[in-house]
Protein backbone atom coordinates (compact mmCIF):
# COMPACT_ATOMS: atom_id res chain seq x y z
CA UNK A 1 0.00 0.00 0.00
CA UNK A 2 1.10 3.79 -1.01
CA UNK A 3 0.71 6.70 1.49
CA UNK A 4 -1.16 8.03 -0.55
CA UNK A 5 -4.27 5.00 -0.37
CA UNK A 6 -6.45 5.14 2.26
CA UNK A 7 -6.26 2.43 4.73
CA UNK A 8 -8.48 1.79 7.73
CA UNK A 9 -6.74 1.52 10.22
CA UNK A 10 -7.49 -0.08 14.07
CA UNK A 11 -7.67 2.40 16.19
CA UNK A 12 -6.27 5.10 13.88
CA UNK A 13 -8.90 7.66 15.03
CA UNK A 14 -9.15 8.74 10.90
CA UNK A 15 -12.59 9.84 9.92
CA UNK A 16 -12.20 8.53 7.14
CA UNK A 17 -12.34 4.69 8.71
CA UNK A 18 -15.80 5.13 9.64
CA UNK A 19 -17.11 2.66 7.20
CA UNK A 20 -13.76 0.29 8.53
CA UNK A 21 -15.35 0.44 12.07
CA UNK A 22 -15.68 -3.61 11.83
CA UNK A 23 -11.94 -3.62 11.72
CA UNK A 24 -11.54 -2.31 14.99
CA UNK A 25 -14.53 -3.91 16.25
CA UNK A 26 -12.45 -7.18 15.08
CA UNK A 27 -9.17 -6.56 16.95
CA UNK A 28 -11.07 -5.21 20.21
CA UNK A 29 -12.97 -8.25 19.82
CA UNK A 30 -10.13 -10.56 19.28
CA UNK A 31 -8.29 -9.10 21.89
CA UNK A 32 -11.47 -9.53 24.29
CA UNK A 33 -11.33 -13.56 23.85
CA UNK A 34 -8.03 -13.93 24.74
CA UNK A 35 -8.22 -15.90 28.48
CA UNK A 36 -7.41 -13.21 31.25
CA UNK A 37 -3.72 -13.45 32.27
CA UNK A 38 -3.12 -14.13 28.07
CA UNK A 39 -2.03 -10.86 25.78
CA UNK A 40 -3.04 -10.65 22.40
CA UNK A 41 -1.00 -7.82 20.12
CA UNK A 42 -3.00 -7.09 16.95
CA UNK A 43 -2.70 -4.66 14.43
CA UNK A 44 -4.72 -4.53 11.06
CA UNK A 45 -5.52 -1.96 8.25
CA UNK A 46 -8.37 -2.71 5.55
CA UNK A 47 -9.04 -1.36 2.19
CA UNK A 48 -11.62 -2.12 -0.22
CA UNK A 49 -8.76 -4.69 -1.83
CA UNK A 50 -6.47 -6.14 1.18
CA UNK A 51 -7.11 -6.83 4.89
CA UNK A 52 -3.19 -6.04 5.97
CA UNK A 53 -2.12 -8.38 9.31
CA UNK A 54 0.71 -6.04 10.20
CA UNK A 55 1.87 -8.01 13.40
CA UNK A 56 -0.20 -11.14 15.46
CA UNK A 57 1.94 -12.08 18.88
CA UNK A 58 0.30 -14.01 21.89
CA UNK A 59 2.42 -13.66 25.23
CA UNK A 60 4.72 -15.88 25.58
CA UNK A 61 2.59 -17.91 28.19
CA UNK A 62 0.02 -18.54 25.89
CA UNK A 63 1.99 -19.58 22.97
CA UNK A 64 0.79 -23.31 21.76
CA UNK A 65 -2.41 -22.94 23.11
CA UNK A 66 -4.22 -22.45 19.66
CA UNK A 67 -4.60 -18.75 20.11
CA UNK A 68 -3.09 -17.55 16.83
CA UNK A 69 -4.49 -20.26 14.84
CA UNK A 70 -8.26 -19.21 16.43
CA UNK A 71 -7.66 -15.78 15.54
CA UNK A 72 -6.01 -16.53 12.30
CA UNK A 73 -9.08 -18.41 11.39
CA UNK A 74 -11.15 -15.65 12.54
CA UNK A 75 -9.20 -13.18 10.14
CA UNK A 76 -9.36 -15.11 7.12
CA UNK A 77 -13.42 -15.54 7.55
CA UNK A 78 -13.39 -12.08 7.81
CA UNK A 79 -11.65 -11.22 4.45
CA UNK A 80 -13.85 -13.57 2.89
CA UNK A 81 -17.04 -12.57 4.03
CA UNK A 82 -15.66 -9.34 2.73
CA UNK A 83 -14.04 -10.76 -0.08
CA UNK A 84 -10.68 -9.36 0.89
CA UNK A 85 -7.10 -10.56 0.44
CA UNK A 86 -5.20 -11.27 3.10
CA UNK A 87 -1.70 -10.25 3.28
CA UNK A 88 0.62 -10.71 6.14
CA UNK A 89 4.57 -11.10 6.63
CA UNK A 90 6.02 -14.04 8.70
CA UNK A 91 9.23 -13.25 10.93
CA UNK A 92 11.04 -15.05 13.38
CA UNK A 93 10.66 -11.07 15.92
CA UNK A 94 9.54 -11.18 18.79
CA UNK A 95 10.74 -14.83 19.72
CA UNK A 96 8.79 -16.43 16.95
CA UNK A 97 9.51 -19.32 15.15
CA UNK A 98 9.53 -18.96 11.58
CA UNK A 99 9.29 -22.03 10.11
CA UNK A 100 6.88 -23.09 12.29
CA UNK A 101 4.70 -19.52 12.00
CA UNK A 102 4.79 -19.88 8.05
CA UNK A 103 3.42 -23.55 8.41
CA UNK A 104 0.65 -21.90 10.21
CA UNK A 105 -0.30 -19.46 7.54
CA UNK A 106 0.17 -22.25 4.96
CA UNK A 107 -2.63 -23.72 6.34
CA UNK A 108 -4.44 -21.00 6.16
CA UNK A 109 -4.20 -20.84 2.19
CA UNK A 110 -1.73 -17.78 2.94
CA UNK A 111 1.52 -17.84 -0.24
CA UNK A 112 4.63 -16.26 -0.67
CA UNK A 113 4.09 -14.01 -3.27
CA UNK A 114 6.54 -12.37 -6.20
CA UNK A 115 7.00 -8.76 -5.59
CA UNK A 116 5.62 -8.38 -8.64
CA UNK A 117 2.63 -9.41 -7.73
CA UNK A 118 2.20 -8.18 -4.13
CA UNK A 119 -0.89 -5.77 -2.92
CA UNK A 120 1.53 -4.28 -0.71
CA UNK A 121 4.74 -4.49 1.03
CA UNK A 122 3.71 -8.01 2.80
CA UNK A 123 5.61 -10.96 1.30
CA UNK A 124 2.83 -13.35 1.91
CA UNK A 125 -1.00 -13.05 1.12
CA UNK A 126 -4.12 -15.67 0.91
CA UNK A 127 -5.84 -15.23 -2.26
CA UNK A 128 -9.60 -13.25 -2.12
CA UNK A 129 -12.43 -15.85 -1.85
CA UNK A 130 -15.72 -14.72 -3.55
CA UNK A 131 -18.45 -15.36 -1.36
CA UNK A 132 -22.41 -14.17 -1.75
CA UNK A 133 -22.16 -11.68 0.33
CA UNK A 134 -18.51 -10.56 -0.92
CA UNK A 135 -20.07 -10.32 -4.41
CA UNK A 136 -23.14 -8.40 -4.14
Known sequence: MTASEDLYEAGSGDSAADDAGWVQDLVRGLKRSMPPDGLLGLDLA????????RYLRVSIGHRGDGHATRVLARLCAEADARGLVLACTPTDEFGADRTRLEALYRRHGFVP?????????????????????SAS
Open 46 to 53: ADDHLLEL
Open 113 to 133: VDPAHRLSEHTWQRPRKMTDK
